[in-house]
């Protein structure tokens, strides 16, 4: 059985599919299973998926026979994943408009889950790629800020979320609950322990958070143990206010995560 599995869920989305198979494919970590789970594409995306196939034996594709995105979101996808399709001790989730950046996210994850039985999930800082080219870096008068990554064309980074390294269960869940809208983290570059995500009950049920289950995901199996954050930038995702993200407010987003927790 692989250490790590790997989903990516897509949707009419076959050019960023490949960007984000592509950020999985350079890892220098190959004990993993990658599964593509195409919730009804209309376009080529099959046509790639079977010829990925054809080439890494690693790679699982599963196409639905009815899309359910647009009635559960990707939440639902992500649930079935961690009940039935998933077989590695570890599980990380790459929506298939975001990539990973370094080339180690992986190997350095699982290390850090070897080091330390507590920590339940690894989580890594986030890059966010504007459309414009970016003037002046906004300075945040907080804890965290902007810095600008010069390997990604109009990206800024996200420095000091969380402290970097190893978080106790009890700081991580308060953090969380001091500034929830701010750290309301990308999991795209989180790797989550199997066994203490089923032990929480984190997606038991389809009842819970509509769309995003960002909360959901970190805040239910911080319950379990302790976190690692490595606040160097990890993955790249792009803004877009059209996006579910920008359609509602963070407060509704986190009411609705609380809820599927409770």
């Known amino acids: 059985m692989p250490e790590v599995s790997v989903l990516i869920a897509t949707y009419r989305r076959r050019a960023l599919l490949q960007r984000a198979l592509d950020s999985v494919f350079k890892q220098d970590f190959s004990d993993y299973e990658l599964v593509v789970v195409d919730d009804c594409s209309p376009d080529d995306t099959p046509d790639l998926m079977h010829e990925m196939q054809s080439l890494d034996p690693r790679i699982r594709y599963i196409r639905l026979e009815k899309n359910i995105g647009s009635k559960y979101g990707d939440r639902e996808i992500l649930r079935r994943f961690a009940a039935y399709w998933a077989r590695g001790n570890y599980f990380i989730y790459l929506c298939d408009d975001d990539y990973w950046l370094p080339k180690d996210l992986l190997s350095r994850s699982v290390e850090i889950m070897r080091k330390h039985p507590s920590v339940v999930q690894v989580m890594g800082a986030q890059v966010q790629v504007y459309p414009d080219a970016i003037g002046t870096v906004p300075f945040i008068r907080e804890y965290w800020h902007y810095e600008e990554e010069p390997s990604v064309s109009n990206g ?107």
């Not at 389809?206 to 995003?212: D, E, P, S």
């Not at 990890?234 to 609380?258: K, P, W, Y």
């Open 156 to 262: 800024l980074a996200m420095v000091g979320i969380f402290p970097d390294g190893l978080i106790r269960r009890n700081d991580f869940l308060e953090l969380q609950a001091l500034d929830p809208v701010t750290r309301n983290v990308l999991t795209g570059a989180s790797l989550f322990r199997k066994s203490a995500f089923a032990r929480a009950g984190v997606l038991a049920t389809r009842k819970g958070a509509q769309w995003q289950a960002g909360y959901e995901l970190t805040t239910g199996i911080a319950t379990q143990g302790d976190t690692y954050y490595f606040d160097h930038p990890s993955i790249v995702s792009n803004v877009d206010i059209e996006s579910a993200s920008f359609r509602g407010t963070q407060l509704s987003h986190l009411m609705d995560c609380l809820k599927s927790i409770n």
